[in-house]
């Protein structure tokens, strides 16, 4: 789960971390009282879900009140577009506007899980305000890290190296470890996968502020902390994936036209392969899960159905602890339901499969049976071919 930057800040606040003045605001007058209150130069910044915003128009400088109303005016409710957000855009409900600083130097620092490791990471670079990604490219040299016992936690020595590798002047070190150190607090008692400042900037003033705030936490761990999973904002995910988690399903909208309804993880990923290895584009990724019922089945076909861009489905079921039987009945039941009027191809195996063939092929709807992923994938991928000439 993602949260906003507003948020992530709040965040890092109760955690010691400093960060600049400031207050979120859903209207432009809103916008202009903050800004009053900070002294007139303020930065307005769109609060949407995804980075790039300062290249998208998102991100703009008010010089008073007056210009803070009609920049905040200028973002709200305009659709912006980044590399993040796909061609279609996020709305702008809000936008945090914070006071301007005297900036004399912008860092990047970041805390991550290190699979590889299974250690937390910290990644740090004296490229502040530049997607890590690019820096990783183009100057990979650039990027430190340093990774975490999790037996002794984040040692003040690794901060102080940290600090020195980064160039900060002397006076400066004992704060960056402080800094770290919370980061680190907040990384580990909140069940957060991603913590990012990117810029991490240090101002003339001589103080380290959290400039940028970006937090993602583990949907596992949510449970322990309900006051986060509170911050999750619908607003920002596609309704079709909430609709779909609500109900225990796995779900992920992707931009192809085969809708996709298996069950385990791994196999739904397999299908989408496979798909594509035909030459079919997947329209998402669909787990119903071990215990799925017809109930479950039902509703994930209304969900596939629900997109405009699906002209064909393809359930691939291996029937462990799940019976295909079980699974057919949910089929022949959901497509009578939803009047399923696309190519439907079905793959079943495991336990009951003999069964669940019979309830399929006696069900009067025109499913078309496959026995292996390949005979699947290649009926459904020319199934929707055909039904386009």
Known sequence: MNVHEYQAKEIFQ?????????????????????????????????QILAGGRGKA???????????????AREILGKKLITHQTGPQGREVRRVLVEEGLNIERELYLGIVL??????????????????????????????????????VGLLAFQGRRLAYALGLPHQQVGGFVSFVQSLFQVFMELDV??????????????KLMALDAKMNFDNNGLFRHPEIASLRDLNEEEPKEVQASNLGLSYIALDGNIGCMVNGAGLAMATMDIIKLYGGEPAN???????????????????????DRVKGVLVNIFGGIMRCDVIAQGVVEAARKTKVTVPLVVRLQGTNVDLGR?????????????????EAAEKIVGAVRNSKN
Do not use: H, W, Y
């Open 57 to 71: 128009g998102g991100v703009k400088l008010a010089r008073n009140p007056e210009e803070a109303e009609q920049r």
């Open 285 to 307: 990724f669909l787990d119903v899960g071990g215990g799925a019922t017809r109930d479950n089945v039902t509703e994930a076909f209304k969900i596939l159905l629900s997109d």
């Open 114 to 151: 290190d699979r590889s490791q299974g250690r937390a990471a910290f990644i740090a670079s004296v490229e502040g305000g530049v997607e890590i990604e690019e820096v990783a490219r183009k100057t990979p040299e650039k990027i430190l890290k340093e990774v975490v016992d999790p037996a």
């Open 14 to 46: 109760r955690f010691g971390i400093t960060i600049p003045k400031g207050r979120v605001a859903s209207t432009p007058e809103e916008a202009k009282g903050i800004a009053r209150e900070l002294g007139g130069t303020c930065v307005i910044k769109a």
């Open 193 to 206: 996968s991603l913590a990012e400042i990117n810029p991490l900037v240090l101002t003339r003033e001589g």
């Open 358 to 374: 019979k309830i399929l092929s006696e069900s009067g709807l025109a499913i078309i049976p496959a026995e292996t992923m390949a």
